[in-house]
């Protein structure tokens, strides 16, 4: 068995009790789902600098400490009942895969994953967010492939000791490795991008000028967390804008107050639902009636792109809005039979293509 099997089943299958009608985390029979733990990773630490600014004045690993904790204090005083827990709160390194069993023992509800952005060119700028995915094509907009920044994150690993036998189970292009991708990304899904929503939502507002979206990527400390998981790249060190930003109290406690705005949006969909997906509603005309449809979602983006956009490679799309959140869907057919023939030539070009039922307007992954 892989090493990582007996984890990613348990991780599907606390997925599974929340969209079944069962409670996660044991709660007793009837009780409402809480988001009760929260759980704040301050990327980097200790002998890990991470991104260093063009001066070597500012490091990446005290400016994510210092966001983490204010982020934090504004929970705890704001929610009483929710329990902050940090991956550290010093500067100490933390091993990746530390940061996310912090994550499973405590029984996070979320996991937040705080990292600053870095370039070789000062240019760049702006905050992403990233949810966990095998990226593969580096014209999509979501699945947009960041070769550097995900080498960068996951670099870390090389820093421990008994690195080579304690993740040989993390390999994104192990086709072993990418199933297991795909049964996380299937566990948390939704969930997370409804978070990575809610932050790329008040971070539209500033600090920052640029919003480079949201993507998936094969982050380890995202593919080990059995909860809804982001990790946020807040800002470029390497640009002179964003770098103000940060080193100013008022600039990090603008980011912390955005973030604290998106946890607490977040919660008020998780707090008391089994399913707290939001519903999609179609965002063009679709076929009467309450006929239900398949098809193969393509694409999942934070903007509406019109029907002849070239992202959709000469398939005609429909697009079905799910909160800030556009789905759009090719090749829709009467039957899944239909739906899943087609995705076998979809594939070619959208290789993460998956199928999904239409039903009363709301697109549901199978």
């Not at 409804?194 to 790329?200: G, S």
């Amino acid at each position: 068995m892989h090493p990582l099997a007996k984890h990613i089943f348990l991780s599907a299958a606390l997925a599974f009790t929340l969209f079944s009608g069962v409670p996660a985390h044991s709660q007793p029979s009837g009780a409402q789902l809480k988001l009760k733990t929260v759980v704040i990773d301050a990327g980097h630490g200790g002998k890990d600098a991470g991104a260093v600014s063009f001066d070597k004045k500012t490091y990446e690993k005290n400016v994510t400490l210092a966001i983490a904790k204010l982020l934090g204090q504004k929970i705890e005083n704001a929610y009483p009942d929710v329990k902050v827990v940090y991956t550290r709160t010093t500067d100490r390194f933390v091993e990746l895969n530390d940061r996310a069993e912090i994550a499973n023992r405590n029984n996070a509800d979320l996991f937040i994953s705080i990292h600053i952005n870095s370039f070789t060119k000062t240019s760049p700028n702006g905050f992403s967010a990233h949810i966990l995915g095998q990226s593969s094509n580096k014209n999509r907009d979501l699945f947009s492939f960041n070769q550097e920044l995900c080498r960068r994150e996951n670099s870390v690993i090389l820093l421990e000791d008994d690195y080579e036998t304690k993740y040989q189970g993390f390999n994104p292009n192990d086709p072993e490795s990418f199933i297991m991708f795909n049964l996380m990304q299937n566990a948390f899904y939704e969930q997370s991008i409804l978070f990575a929503a809610e932050v790329d939502s008040q971070l539209s507002k500033g600090p920052f000028r640029t919003n480079r979206g949201i993507s998936q990527n094969p982050f380890y400390v995202l593919w080990k967390t059995a909860m809804p998981s982001v990790l946020l790249e807040l800002g470029f060190i390497s640009n002179p804008s964003d770098l103000k930003v940060l080193n100013s109290s008022s600039g990090r406690e603008e980011i912390a107050t955005r973030l604290f705005n998106a946890f607490s949006s977040f919660k008020k969909k998780y707090d008391g639902s089994l399913d707290y997906r939001t519903d999609a509603k179609p965002a063009v005309q679709q076929p009467a009636g309450d006929q239900v449809m398949y098809g193969v979602q393509v694409l999942l983006l934070s903007r509406k792109l019109k029907p002849d956009d070239r992202a959709f490679k000469g398939y005609e799309a429909e697009v079905f809005q799910s909160g800030k959140m556009y789905k759009y869907i090719i090749g829709t057919s009467s039957t899944e039979d239909g739906a899943r023939k087609f995705m076998s030539s979809v594939r070619k070009k959208f290789p993460d293509s998956f199928i999904v039922k239409i039903e009363n307007g709301e697109v549901t992954r199978l």
